[in-house]
Antibody, heavy 121, light 106 residues
């Protein structure tokens, strides 16, 4: 059974930092593209970042470039999202996602349960 | 940026009947379209990719069609468990989602 379990969410002040982790199991993590997708409260879905199997290709939503860093540890089957200089508009549930496809385009195969990040003073 | 527009915003259908959900892309995306179901309080679940290929474990009641700019998700023999918000997503150029269609049971 595929499992994606996020952790690290919480309340942080504007300008602060938070690191999300995602523990993956039940599939070949090291052979898979991985992504983060977020959903603001009561809103729709927004793609945030992708990382290739070997970590050498990384892509970001424009509004998080320079502030967020996606990374992975294939030995631990874990995905991470380091979020710095957080803004109120980053408040959302962040989903860890196993993505399928190629570097030309990915769809989102399996989703974790999500981690809530709240940016507020 | 490719914009995705879904219609209607809310759809109310009787049990056993068929629901038809529409999604339009602001430019030609070929067949690089996926559909997701998000039940209340749950994470999204992949239903369809490549515009018409059902994901693993998805019942045949769910079908996708279309290409280019116009796409449709059809749910036949509607059941109470189908109550959810349904999102389309293009993956032709970066990744964008529609705003969702909320499906209710009459």
């Amino acid at each position: 059974e595929v499992q994606l379990v996020e952790s690290g969410g919480g309340l942080v002040q504007p300008g602060g930092s938070l690191r999300l982790s995602c523990a993956a199991s039940g599939f070949s993590f090291s052979s898979s593209w991985m992504s983060w997708v977020r959903q603001a409260p009561g809103k729709g879905l927004e793609w945030v970042a992708n990382i290739r199997q070997n970590g050498r290709a990384i892509y970001y939503l424009d509004s998080v470039k320079g502030r967020f860093t996606i990374s992975r540890d294939n030995g631990k089957s874990s995905l991470y999202l380091q979020m710095n200089n957080l803004r109120a508009e980053d408040t959302a549930v962040y989903y860890c996602v196993w993505a399928e496809g190629t570097s030309s385009g990915l769809y989102f195969q399996q989703w974790g349960q999500g981690a809530l990040v709240t940016v507020s003073s | 940026e490719i914009m995705m527009t879904q219609s209607p915003a809310t759809l109310s259908v009787s049990p056993g009947e068929t629901a038809t959900l529409s999604c339009w892309a602001s430019q030609n995306i070929g067949s690089t379209l996926a559909w997701y179901q998000q039940r209340p309080g749950r994470a999204p679940r992949l239903l369809i990719y490549g515009a018409s290929t059902r994901a693993t474990g998805i019942p045949a009641r769910f079908s996708g069609s279309g290409s280019g700019t116009d796409f449709t998700l059809t749910i036949s023999s509607l059941q109470s468990e189908d109550v959810a918000v349904y999102y389309c997503q293009q993956y032709s150029f970066w990744y964008t989602f529609g705003q969702g269609t909320k499906l209710e049971i009459k």
